[in-house]
């Protein structure tokens, strides 16, 4: 299932250094925010949201910085 996909995604890029890697799993991430925000599951979107502000928060690669915005721009539109 694509949240376990996730989950183990996540975990493999604390070891990763490829930006393109955490680029994959910031997206897979996101997209499992989204999932759990359309099941109305919302404290597990932003706590997954938060977790990809956390972990990449800081990257310099510019494909890694669109996908931390657009988990911003979703903990945004869930907490108004």
Known sequence: NDSAYADK???VSA???DP???VQVARALVNKGITL???KRSEEAIAVYDEVVKRFGEAKDPALQEVV???LK???DMKS
Request: net charge positive; no cysteine.
């Open 20 to 22: 393109a890697l955490q």
């Open 15 to 17: 070891l990763a250094k």
């Open 37 to 39: 925000g359309d099941l």
């Open 74 to 76: 979703a903990l945004r």
């Open 9 to 11: 995604a996540a975990r």
């Open 69 to 71: 915005g657009q988990a």
